[in-house]
């Protein structure tokens, strides 16, 4: 029996601006890196945290979704595959990092990036609506 399975998910805040790119084929692909905190109780009931930092790598028009409408601080939810990357230095010794290549990546909503966030699905337009009445920004229901 075959046991591989490989999948990441998590959410965190983008720690940088999104950088964006083009391969030589001409695809793009966005670099990003976030944070996501791990929480803990110790046996002597001390809370515990951590912070985590991911680099994330997304292609195609994902990717140009995210270079337009996220910045650092923005809130997601990545959902993807972990990869590694090895190579030697200048002194021959291996190097090994880790990345997550993302399947997809949710814009979550963020009052503090309201601008940087209004976009939901890829390839569409933003749309604007008007705010219900009696709703205000301290009110979040």
């Not at 720690?15 to 793009?28: A, H, I, M, W």
Request: hydrophobic residues 30%; negative net charge; glycine residues 8%.
């Amino acid at each position: 029996m075959k046991f591989d399975f490989n999948e990441w998910n998590g959410a965190g805040r983008l720690t940088k601006d999104v950088q964006l790119n083009y391969s030589k084929s001409g695809d793009p692909v966005a670099t990003m890196y976030f944070a996501t905190n791990k929480s803990w109780t110790t046996e002597s009931g001390e809370k515990k945290e951590k912070a985590m930092f991911v680099k994330v790598v997304v292609w195609g028009k994902q990717a140009e979704a995210c270079s337009k409408y996220l910045k650092k601080g923005s809130a997601v939810f990545i959902e993807g595959e972990l990869e590694n990357n090895d190579w030697e230095d200048t002194d021959g010794k291996k190097i090994y990092s880790f990345q997550i290549h993302a399947k997809r990546v949710h814009f979550l909503g963020d009052p503090a990036h309201k601008e940087g966030n209004k976009k939901e699905e890829v390839g569409e337009e933003p749309e604007k609506a008007d705010e219900p009445k009696g709703l205000n920004e301290d009110n979040p229901f």
